[in-house]
């Protein structure tokens, strides 16, 4: 009886749980309800992987079948099932709830390194997808505020790609280019090392904010086409950008 009990209470405060962190990723990511019906990311209580919004041939020539297959399928994956490992291993006094990337992200600097490192590699992951798409048979370049705020910002669109792709470069390692909308509405390229983000709250994030464009610049994104050649993997990539997406994010529709 009191197993039961203690099981029914469990239950209901991992469901709670589920919706918060649902509701957290779908706001974060657009602010839009649909994000949340079209991109579930949890079954019954725990992380689930995102189904992606294309087939893994989608991007070719660009970013190749095998890679995107890898890359969704099992490092994705892992990122998943090492992130329910590590909430359920976390010191729920410190930790806290709800357990929404959210609180994750405010109070990483005290959790554990597996939570901050695979929290990360979810939801950066599941942005990352969304900002994707088949290419357009020319052009591909943002329209509307993103593309009159790029312009003002950095000039013009082919000096904000330069200075973004020389950020890609420049991360030594793993890690993540990040276009930022930050708390005093300045528009800012930065990267972070490993699965970390813009969002958490940690000295080593020089540039904290709203991510509005994420570039994944692993070695696992690109080695198998590219193999040594990051330069190209993100000359290629401009192809595949998802402007809408990223327009989304940088002014969010209600
Ligand atoms: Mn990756």
Same mark, same amino acid.
């Given at each position: 009886?009191?197993n039961?009990?203690?099981?029914?209470?469990?239950?209901?405060?991992l469901?709670?749980?589920?919706?918060?962190?649902?509701?957290?990723?779908?706001?974060?990511?657009?602010?839009?309800?649909s994000?949340?019906k079209?991109?579930?990311?949890l079954?019954?209580?725990k992380?689930?992987?995102?189904?992606?919004?294309?087939?893994?041939?989608?991007?070719?020539p660009h970013?190749?079948?095998? /890679?995107? #297959?890898?890359?969704?399928s099992?490092?994705?994956? +892992?990122?998943? &099932? %090492?992130?329910n490992?590590? @909430?359920?291993?976390?010191d729920?006094?410190?930790l806290?709830?709800p357990?929404?990337f959210?609180n994750?992200?405010?109070?990483?600097a005290?959790?554990?390194?597996?939570?901050?490192?695979?929290?990360g590699?979810?939801?950066n992951?599941?942005?990352?997808?969304q900002l994707?798409?088949?290419?357009?048979?020319?052009?591909?370049s943002?329209?509307?505020?993103?593309?009159?705020?790029?312009?003002?910002e950095?000039g013009?669109f082919?000096?904000?790609?330069?200075q973004?792709?020389?950020?890609?470069?420049?991360?030594?390692g793993?890690?993540?280019?990040?276009?930022?909308? /930050?708390? #005093?509405?300045?528009?800012?390229?930065?990267?972070? +090392?490993?699965q &970390? %983000?813009?969002?958490m709250? @940690?000295?080593?994030?020089?540039?904290?904010?709203?991510?509005?464009?994420?570039?994944?610049?692993?070695?696992?994104?690109?080695?198998l086409?590219?193999?040594?050649k990051?330069?190209?993997?993100?000359?290629?990539?401009?192809?595949?950008?998802n402007?809408?997406?990223?327009?989304?994010?940088?002014?969010?529709?209600?």
């Amino acid at each position: 009886m009191e197993n039961n009990r203690r099981d029914f209470i469990k239950k209901s405060a991992l469901a709670i749980g589920a919706i918060a962190i649902t509701s957290s990723i779908g706001k974060a990511l657009t602010n839009s309800e649909s994000f949340e019906k079209e991109n579930p990311l949890l079954d019954g209580g725990k992380y689930t992987l995102p189904a992606l919004p294309y087939a893994y041939d989608a991007l070719e020539p660009h970013i190749d079948k095998l /890679t995107m #297959e890898i890359h969704h399928s099992k490092h994705h994956q +892992a990122y998943v &099932d %090492n992130m329910n490992k590590a @909430l359920q291993a976390a010191d729920g006094n410190v930790l806290g709830s709800p357990q929404t990337f959210e609180n994750i992200f405010d109070k990483v600097a005290k959790l554990q390194p597996a939570l901050r490192n695979n929290a990360g590699g979810h939801y950066n992951h599941s942005m990352f997808w969304q900002l994707m798409r088949p290419a357009k048979s020319e052009g591909n370049s943002p329209e509307g505020k993103l593309a009159e705020a790029i312009k003002t910002e950095f000039g013009s669109f082919e000096e904000f790609k330069k200075q973004f792709a020389e950020a890609g470069m420049k991360r030594f390692g793993s890690g993540w280019v990040w276009l930022v909308k /930050t708390p #005093e509405k300045k528009f800012v390229i930065t990267s972070t +090392a490993n699965q &970390d %983000n813009p969002l958490m709250k @940690l000295d080593s994030v020089e540039v904290k904010g709203v991510p509005v464009l994420a570039l994944d610049v692993w070695e696992h994104a690109y080695y198998l086409k590219n193999q040594n050649k990051r330069a190209d993997y993100i000359a290629s990539w401009w192809n595949v950008v998802n402007w809408e997406m990223a327009e989304n994010l940088f002014s969010p529709v209600k």
